[in-house]
């Protein structure tokens, strides 16, 4: 016979009406909570990362090339019509999916009793309206193949200014003529379609044309102010970031990830990892501390039976097998219950999301949810691994226990 085993089911079947059972089903409600807490913060986290990123991304490309001059936060710097021959060379590089030339001008927009300081974006026919055209809350994107006088705006940009689809955008500009004097120019593109990316800082002052428009405002020999990119994602985009340097001339252009063209955005989004570590670390200390404090309940109320043990010749391994089969079952236990509850949350989140946020504050309109088949391993591994690290401790008590005291103990 395997006394162990034997000995194991003895243990778990005398507990079934004593305190010990009350106790370790705390210690599995512990270890439950612990990993439903870790993937239901790894699952949002990872989300609201994700949405955050592609919002942005959607918005100005995974990578923007301009002129190497340009300074964070100034107006851009027009380029020529003869750096547009570079498209070509942009677009064959390996990884690169979309190449769009835009250009970027402040200007002045009237409404119907407000103005504002707003910043226009002419973009070519190829642009990927594809974002956009989710985040429509009327209207339709344009179609610059049929009609390039036309315009979108922000949701927030028409009730500001009284504006809406079918109505005309008056953008005023400041031109710079060939004697370097700015004067006023004007363009009055139709609105057919109002947007909103929930991301503020965007919405608050850009609108959408084609950049036929824009070149208008454009000093006499400059043409755009930058290339967008979208990436196919075959190659990581530093990799790509190395293609195109390799590819274009040095000391002209300024190649810049959506890390770092929208730095401030994505900065904050790096200090939830920090929120995410330490939600980690506690729920492995609650499912450390219950394990811990479980076991050592069991060996005192099991002193006497490891006192006997140990006199009739038992080997502290056979008696640790023991306490192993109980960290299994407890471990075990947990993370089936943690799993189902953890995970089922995320899923109900995932496809009816209940849980709504204000997007003002948070850029989303609702609690996002990403699935990471490796962190769901990394969590229910790191948790077994832990909770069996956890016999150190008990198994330094029982060798410490003697036959004859532990057989007398009560």
């Given at each position: ?47 609201f ?26 107006e ?27 250009a ?160 401030q ?48 010749g ?49 850029y ?23 909770c ?19 057989i007398?103990?009560?």
């Open positions: 016979m395997n006394w162990p085993l034997f000995m194991a089911r003895r243990l778990s079947a005398s507990g079934r009406g004593s305190f010990s059972r009350s106790i370790v089903r705390l210690a599995i409600v512990a270890v439950a909570l612990s990993s439903a807490v870790m993937f239901i913060a790894l699952s949002t986290v990872s989300g990362q994700s949405g955050i990123k592609n919002k942005v991304i959607g918005i100005n490309g995974d990578l923007v090339i301009d002129d190497i001059i340009n300074t964070e936060g100034s851009p710097i027009p380029m020529g019509a003869k750096l547009l021959a570079f498209t070509t060379d942009i677009q064959s590089v390996k990884g690169v999916q979309s190449v769009s030339v835009c970027v001008r402040p200007c002045i927009v009237k409404g119907e009793n407000e103005i504002e300081g707003m910043v226009a974006k002419g973009v070519s026919n190829n642009y990927d309206f594809s974002f956009l055209q989710y985040q429509l809350t009327r209207g339709k994107v344009p179609d610059f193949d049929q009609d390039t006088t036309t315009a979108i705006i922000s949701e927030l940009t028409a009730t500001r200014l009284g504006l809406d689809t079918g109505m005309f955008l008056q953008a005023i500009f400041f031109k710079e003529d060939s004697s370097g004097n700015r004067r006023p120019r004007a363009i009055r593109p139709r609105i057919v379609g109002v947007f909103a990316t929930g991301l503020d800082d965007y919405d608050k002052v850009h609108f959408i044309t084609h950049i036929g428009l824009v070149q208008k405002v454009l000093p006499p020999s400059a043409r755009f102010t930058q290339w967008e990119l979208k990436l196919d994602n075959t190659l990581p985009a530093v990799e790509v970031v190395n293609n195109l340097n390799k590819k274009l001339p040095a000391g002209i252009f300024n190649i810049q990830v959506a890390e770092r063209y929208n730095r955005i994505f900065d904050w989004l790096a200090l939830l990892d920090t929120n995410v570590i330490i939600i980690l670390t506690l729920m492995l200390l609650v499912a450390v501390i219950g394990m811990c404090t479980t076991l050592l309940i069991l060996i005192t109320e099991r002193t006497h039976m490891i006192g006997t043990l140990k006199a009739l038992a080997k502290e391994s056979g008696i640790r097998k023991i306490f192993q089969y109980q960290v299994t079952f407890i471990t075990g236990m947990g993370l089936l219950l943690g799993n189902a509850l953890g995970l089922g949350l995320c899923w109900l989140q995932y496809h009816f999301g209940f849980i709504t946020l204000n997007t003002e504050t948070y989303v309109n609702k609690v996002l949810i990403e699935f990471n088949p490796m962190q769901i391993l990394w969590v229910n591994t790191g948790t077994i691994l832990i069996w690290l956890v016999l150190y401790l008990p198994a330094r008590v029982i060798g410490r226990l003697s036959p004859i005291k532990s007398k103990f009560q």
